[in-house]
Structures are given as C-alpha cells and as structure tokens.
C-alpha cells in the first residue's frame, strides 16, 4: 500500500507543477490565458488527491477538516481553470487568484498537521 500511496503522491506532484508551471509560464509572457498544462494539472490534483485521500494506511489517516479544506480548493481551482478555458484573455485577478489558491493548497498539505 505504501508503493501505491508514493506512485499518488507523484502524480500529485506533476499535476501541480504543470498547474503552477503552466500559470507562471503564461503570466510571464503577458498574455493572461489558461493553458492545456494549467487544465491538465487542476484535474490531476484533484483526481491523485482523492486518491491519496483514500483510507490505504494503518491508521495514519489526514485529519478530515484538512482533507475537506484541500477538497474545497482544488474543486475552485478546477472551476476557475475550467469555466474560462476558452477565452483568449483571462482577467488577471481571476488568473492570480488561481495561482494563489495553486500555492494556499500546498501550504495546507505542507504546514497543516
């Protein structure tokens, strides 16, 4: 279980470096849109996270309000990629909030014990 809990965790891990990548990458150009890498890794982090959610260790489980505080933010997160994919320009508030909620959801799984 342990190797299969590793593999989630890594998966995590490449979807939020292709959802923070992809974010800066693009607000570095100047041209403020969602990118195939930004949509791909808010919808891996949310698939490998409930993965990673689920009870695989001997009685090593999250603590539950955190669990559903990452929930909340990878779902805004995938809605705030999701709906405005299409457009050629996205606002750059709504941009910076995604990269913010990107980094406030590290934080969490980081500084929250």
Do not use: C
Not at 14 to 29: K, N
């Amino acid at each position: 279980m342990e190797t299969l809990r590793l593999v989630l965790l890594f998966i995590h891990l490449i979807g939020f470096a292709l959802l923070l990548g992809g974010g800066i990458a693009q607000y570095l150009t100047g041209q403020i849109r969602i990118n195939g890498a930004m949509l791909w890794g808010s919808v891996i982090q949310l698939l490998s996270g409930l993965g990673l959610a689920a009870p695989l260790r001997d009685g090593h489980e999250p603590d539950p309000a955190k669990l559903a505080v990452k929930l909340v933010i990878a779902v805004l997160i995938l809605v705030m990629v999701f709906v405005p994919r299409k457009r050629t320009v996205v606002a750059r508030g709504h941009f910076l909030a995604i990269i913010g909620l990107t980094l406030a959801n590290a934080a969490v799984a980081v500084f929250w014990r």
